[in-house]
């Protein structure tokens, strides 16, 4: 019957593209309210800038009651502005309002790409003619990596430049712009599609997109769905991925930075070649590497990152740590950021480490033991989340030999957040939790008062503040749980990660179920 469905999803998931063009994922609202609250924290404004923000705060509040989305971002992105030192412009009211949407954020590159000059909201920015477009595809820079400060970029090399357009409507959410640009010539690759918007010579603001192009994408497609329909039930979905992740990117429900085109593609070519050898390449495998299922409950295949030991042998049991992203991360967050910390303390310490993405990088890791959001769409990304994280854990106890009573739960940040919602809500699996940087509900303490915590913050976190972890801590003491708390004098929100993950696994191979080390 799963072969079915998962043959199905794919079919279906093409089926329900529209043949209007979808916008590509913008930045989550609350990726950005964090950004900007953090910001807010940091600045700390008085005085006219106060008065500002406070009235900026209360037009976002109205706004979000209304469901403006538009207005929303507009008022954040105005609100950073002003407390970076900057004046609002009209040139960036107009420049923030600007993105790109397409049908196929990945493309196959022999056929003409076509995308739209849109808004998101309208802008007061005076205009007196028609605007002129200009359209380049450039490299696309490295990624940020989380937990490490930003580098300084180049400029972007130009692979291709498309010109200028001139007609450009003034108001794009009226009329929007189409431009159908030739892309036959470019090599197999992400790049970044940048349009820039001018009155006359003057340059109202420029939008990007990140795009994936490939010749022969469609054929690509049809072998590995073929290749699939031919495989084991195990190994599906480890060749649907790239096919599934994509035409969730081309409806524009999630970002392109959660897809690896090159990569994902290339390893599911590498598994149905496997397959085909009558082979299964996970079998033996041992090191860092992803793996990928089926989420039944939104019919969507999910990747997670998983470090297994080099030492590993079926012939014992090996403790397991399911390890939680922050807001706005990846299952690739803890492999690829923090100094790549993880791994070696993994493989030291002998832990199986399994990383979900959670359905989506806002997903939240579900509502632990309180009430349900109201909203439909909220609750539904959040239970999806909650039930990404224990299907994972899953997915590894049937793989491999799990010793039950040592798996365990850490998580930075909204990781956190979802470490002290999960935590409470399966009190039987956890053996200790790792919050890091995070906050939860006291009252849920009562449902895990057998299991041992280790609790990281810093007391300069202005992302979240570290009352958050005290107020837990503080409850853990009058429960009488076991914990080890550690607060960072002078440290930062992300800052504490690093220097404190080895305290965390030393923590974790010191404490397994029922047996209950001194406090």
């Known amino acids: 019957m799963k072969t079915i469905r998962l043959a199905a999803a794919a079919a279906l998931l093409f089926m329900l593209v529209p043949t209007e063009a979808q916008p590509q994922a913008l930045t989550s609202l609350s990726s950005l309210r964090t950004s900007y609250n953090t910001r807010k924290a940091t600045v700390r404004p008085t005085g006219e800038l106060k008065t500002q923000i406070d009235a900026i705060d209360q037009e976002i509040a109205a706004a979000t009651r209304q469901g403006k989305t538009g207005d929303v971002r507009r008022l954040m992105a105005k609100g950073q502005v002003l407390l970076s030192g900057r004046p609002w412009t009209g040139e960036l009211d107009f420049s923030n309002s600007i993105v790109l949407r397409t049908e196929n954020v990945i493309a196959d590159s022999s056929k003409p790409y076509t995308v739209r000059i849109e808004q998101i909201y309208s802008p007061s920015t005076e205009l007196s003619q028609s605007l002129t477009a200009h359209a380049k595809l450039q490299k696309r820079p490295a990624p940020a990596v989380a937990g490490a400060a930003p580098a300084a970029q180049a400029p972007p090399e130009v692979v291709k430049d498309f010109g200028s357009v001139a007609g450009v409507s003034r108001d794009l959410r009226e009329s929007p712009y189409r431009l159908e640009l030739d892309i036959h010539d470019i090599v197999d690759g992400t790049y970044v ?20 192009l490939r010749k022969g994408l469609d054929q690509v497609v049809a072998q590995l769905e073929a290749d699939a329909r031919r495989a084991p039930e195990a190994l599906r979905a480890d060749i649907l991925f790239p096919i599934d992740r994509m035409r969730n990117v081309n409806r524009g429900l999630l970002e392109m930075r959660t897809f690896d085109p090159e990569k994902d593609f290339a390893a599911a070519q590498e598994v149905a070649t496997a397959v085909k050898a009558g082979k299964n390449p996970f079998a033996t495998r041992t090191g860092d590497f992803k793996r990928h299922y089926l989420l039944q409950t939104v019919n969507e295949i999910m990747p997670y990152r998983m470090y297994v030991p080099k030492t590993y042998t ?22 690829d950021g923090y100094n790549g910390a993880m791994p070696p303390l993994a493989e030291q310490h002998g832990f199986i480490v399994a990383t979900p993405l959670g359905f989506r990088v806002d997903g939240g890791y579900g509502w632990g033991i309180g009430n349900p959001p109201a909203d439909p769409t909220t609750r539904r990304s959040q239970q999806a989340s909650e039930d990404d994280v224990m299907q994972v854990l899953q997915q590894v106890k049937q793989q491999y030999k799990i010793d039950e009573n040592r798996i365990y739960l850490m998580g930075h940040s909204l990781g956190a957040i979802g470490t002290w919602k999960v935590g409470p809500k399966f009190p039987d699996v956890w053996a200790a939790l790792g919050p890091i940087s995070g906050s939860g509900n006291a009252a849920s303490l009562e449902r895990i008062k057998n299991i041992p915590q280790i609790v ?53 191979d010191e404490h397994k179920k029922g047996a209950r080390a001194s406090q």
């Open 193 to 212: 599609l940048a349009v820039e918007v001018l009155d006359d010579t003057r340059s109202l603001g420029t939008t990007n997109l990140a795009v994936n």
């Open 314 to 335: 079926a012939s014992r049991a090996y403790p397991l740590v399911i390890a939680l992203h922050g807001l706005g991360g990846t299952e690739d967050s803890f492999f």
């Open 456 to 508: 990281v913050h810093g007391d300069d976190d202005r992302t979240v503040n570290v009352q958050g972890s005290r107020t837990m801590v503080a409850k853990m003491k009058e429960l009488g749980i076991e914990h080890k708390y550690i607060e960072v004098p002078g440290g930062s929100h992300g800052g504490v990660v690093v220097p404190n993950l080895a305290a965390i696994f030393q923590f974790f």
